[in-house]
């Protein structure tokens, strides 16, 4: 799951311009379960266009914006995107990247898109993956701590890590407190005495830019 | 005799700490460290410290050895990338740097920069190993070098006998090439004596961290800015109730170094803002002859 969340919709409506007429876009995946881009916060969006005075000409939510196989397809179900001139979604980045891509047409992100994570018990988890193209999360007992630790530390906690709390702030938990207890109950404490090597990141980079056949 | 040759032969070291400045006016930067000419063995030079933008640690360490001192230069992975570091490290090198302090380096976050993009392409281990290839003459990807360095390589911990993570992180750094340790400052010497027990087996040079309280400023700046220590009641009354906190802070940081004299390899004295004390407390403290 893509986590993402809102933007300041203030600011953002100061920066459209009022020539435009614009179409809203949910996310019927991430988006919409993290009830960021589902159909009640797209409906919001619009009614909230229409009451600053943009010229607002529908919404749709998508089922699954970073994945469109024919934009025909969407156009036809919504006949009054043909009026819009720009788009504003309401989908992580790849949603926002596809839309643009598969219709040609001004997107505006609705949303930053902040990591992969994903959603257990009704509590949102974040940064479970760096996408990074090198993936040892067995060897950290399933917590990643590149992906979680801010400094990305794969040998261990820094000297900031005290009493189980990250030095960034004090309502973040270390990630290698959670990982150290994980590999106590184990009782396989390799991960702090084995030494990892950097991390190889041309595995991520030789991937940039790439369309490829699936 | 020289940091390196003090430590390589086991002997009491005293090292301190001196910060860039916040521009390029090194006139207090050279008259701190003149008040501790003769008093100690090696002047550390921070690296951004608390991610707070100052002078380049290589550009002061340049200042500093001109001056006559020698240097132990912080190496923080925050702000440069593999590339980045060994190219530095062979520069301090050339200079005439001889000692590092390899460091993960506080989170920019913590800082004065908002929006900085932290590195942390290596970590402190990883930092120390690629030391130990450059000192055998190769980088990080095993290639020879035109000429390999000779850096003695220290690392800091965080003196607690009971948090088991730092311990074995002290052990990986050991490991890694870590031949001296300098710690966070020390106020319970019975703790501190409880962790040397812990970590004697180790083979290196631990330096114990001697922050010295003056006022009770330096209390709050503590407390608030520097988390994990902990202060004795006991020191914050002394201070307190002291007509002369001054002259009381420089009593209890020299007291606090004679306890430590026979179970640590050495002092490292980081007062927060001057070194106007510094010698008065190694004299009290029976270092300085």
Redesign the interface.
Known sequence: MIISRQKDLQVLFEGLSPDDSFFVIGCGKCAKKLRVGGQKEVEEVFWRLVDRGFRAVGWYVISTACSINSWEEIASEKPEIDDATAFLVMACGNGVSVINRVSGMKAYPLLDTTSIGGVCDDYMLHEQCAACADCNIHLYHGICPYAQC??????????????G?C???SERSCV??QI?EEAEKSEN?EV??E?H???D?SKKVRREGLIEKI | MDFKRKIETGKLVVTTEVAPPRGTDTTLLIEEADLLSGCVDALNVSDNQRSIMRMSPLGVAHVLQEQGHEVILHTT??DRN?LALQSDLLGAWNLGVRNILA??G??P??GDTMGTK?V???????LL?AIQNLNRGHD?MNRRLDGGTGFMAGA???PDPND???L??L??KV??GARFIQT?PVYNTEEFKEFIEKVSHLNTHIIAGILPIFSLKTVKFINDKL??IIIPQEVVERIKNSTDPAEEGIELAAETIKKLQDVAGGVHIMPIITHQHTEAILKRAGMLH
Request: aromatic share 8%; hydrophobic share 30%.
């Open positions: 801010p400094k990305g530390l794969q040998n261990g906690p820094c000297g900031g890590s005290i009493d709390v030095e960034i702030g290698w407190a150290y404490l702090f005495t030494f090597p950097p991390k990141h | 992975c925050r593999r460091m993960t506080d989170h976050l913590l932290p942390y392409d290596l970590d402190s281990t990883q190993q990080i800091v911990v965080r088991k993570m730092q074995l992180r052990k990986r490991s890694c966070q988390p994990g």
